[in-house]
């Protein structure tokens, strides 16, 4: 039998949220005696099951005992261990190490509606949006109706479950440029998957011991117990009070209600991309939504680049690329999550028919008993499923990829999924208008994706619905959006190395509505041609666009691609997609939008204005070195 070791820690106070802003999260009134056990109002003692509660740092005591007011009836301080994820959820009995969960089909994906940045001045969240126009880059709620949305929520939400206590490291235990972070939550499936996508540790805490920051992160999935209610597929959430949470001036994340990954593991979107976002911003460096890889020539050349896609625009594809030319390289336990799952215990989803036999029994991601070949009403596996596992399993993971280091960037891709008018390849003719090219991203939406309910995103070119999505940040921003663009812009100083930024667009269409590249391995061309121009060389044209290949400078060995498919500039569509970029821009961004990016703008609309119908027919002239 496991021995409990309590420890009492004096917490006298109702859990209280909102009193004056900047101290409405302090712990300064905990007390943190030498006793053993720790002690709710109204509760009693709560038993330590796991870890031993006197070797938290004092910080982190003081936010451990702020938090377990919420009624949990156990605490349990998580290392990282294997041992944590056996006792979690259910294994997939065909694989060593690994496990699958079902979710309640209300809680499949990230809700950007119930998703807020929280500070005392709104216009430090969001810019000033042009008056009757509703914001898109970001969702600001005030103290005060933050304090209110915490009250109905938070009291007691965890009562009857173990409050789990995970110490984890954004980036290598130790690294200068890694973060830190402690998160509490009641939910397992946080715990098992928090192991794998991040680095937890008891090595965290001897780092917040000596640097006093982290970031304090609360889970739960608001539904305490006892419930009477029916729980579907044994995952317990509260969809209707879904919240997620973030207090950006004093490092908080607050999260309520779901156990989908992207709102649940809060070391992921929350973290990684709101509150380091800010960080950054306050600290001189940057945190984006990008995949880091490293390319290696025939010459044994290496560099690394960073790309930055919106949702299905092939930033996974990429990451993963295996080259179609020869010499060349590429580098770059697991948890399933709404997949089907056959009767001797191995995954299944749509496209994997051809390895399985039709009459393969399976169970669908709802409960659901069919076979493989059978007809459903509803798709198997949820289209959002995901499977989550080491990047060390990785076939192709860098062996330096735990450098605390880091790695030298030459080149920023931007990217989206452009069906005409933008071509293949282009270079931004200088830092500045990288980064308009940036803010300008793009990807076309077959079904128009919403903000909410009522606020549209999509703009329509030749029929088609384009998304509009800045940097691939959209839904991740943790601070005003204009003050985003302006720290892309003091990026650049005197005798600083800049990378290259470029943007690639893999989905144009022909005149038939194929795809005019084939894609995935065969990108490692234009990665050819991004790293040799980012090298120096000679072999682009200047168009109005920015710096395109010179015909014949990307190798087209062994394919059948219309060069002219690829790079075609259509005058009318571009004119109109710029003038639709400065709408968007001037509407969501208004007074806060950078000088610098305005000029970028006006100028590329004449540099629109004054190009001739047929790029092949255009007089372009060679770039400097």
Known sequence: MQTLEYIRFQCFHEITFLLIYGVMWAEENISVPEVHSIKVPHLGDVPISKGEFRDLPENVQRFVGKWVSLYPKALFICDGGKAEADRTIARLTAYENNYICRTDPKDVARVESKTFICTKDKYKTVPHVKEG??????????????????????????????????????????????????????????VLCMRIMTRVSPLVLEIIREQKEFVRCVHSIGLPLPYSGKIINNW????????????????????????????????????????????????????????????????????????????????????????????????????????????????????????????????????????????????KAHPNSRFCCPASQCPIIHPHWEDPKGVPVSALIFGGRRPEGIPLVYQAFNWSHGVMIGAQVKSENQSSITFSSKVQISACFSGRQVMHDPMAMRPFMGYNFGKYLEHWLSMEKPNRKMPKIFHVNWFRLDKNGRFAWPGYGENIRVIDWILRRCAGENCAVESALGYLPSKGSINMSGLNVDWDAIFHLPKEYLLEDIEETTKFLDEQVGVDLPAAIKKELADQLQLYANLCHLSRNCSFKEPPR
């Open 133 to 190: 126009v509703k914001g898109i880059l970001g969702q600001w709620i005030s103290p005060e109706d933050m304090d209110a949305y915490s009250k109905d929520r938070y009291p007691g939400c965890m009562a009857g479950r173990i409050m789990y206590v995970i110490p984890y490291s954004m980036g290598p235990i130790g690294s200068p440029l890694a973060k830190y972070g402690v998160q509490l939550t009641d939910s397992s499936y946080v």
């Open 236 to 379: 317990p959430c509260n969809p209707e009070k879904t919240m997620i949470a973030h207090i950006p001036d004093e490092r908080i994340i607050l999260s309520f209600g779901s156990g989908y990954g992207g709102n649940s593991l809060l070391g992921k979107k929350c973290f990684a991309l709101r509150i380091a976002g800010r960080i950054a911003y306050d600290e001189g460096w940057m945190a984006e939504h990008m995949l880091v890889m490293s390319v290696t020539n025939p010459k044994n050349e290496e560099k690394f680049v960073c790309a930055a896609f919106p949702s299905a625009c092939g930033k996974t594809n990429m990451a993963m690329l295996t080259p179609s030319l020869p010499g060349w390289k590429i580098q770059c336990n697991s948890v399933f999550t709404n997949v089907a799952e056959t009767e001797d215990g191995r995954f299944f989803w749509e496209g994997l028919e051809e390895e399985y036999d039709p009459n393969t029994k399976i169970t669908t991601w709802l409960g659901e008993k069919t076979t493989v070949g059978a007809t459903t009403q509803t798709a």
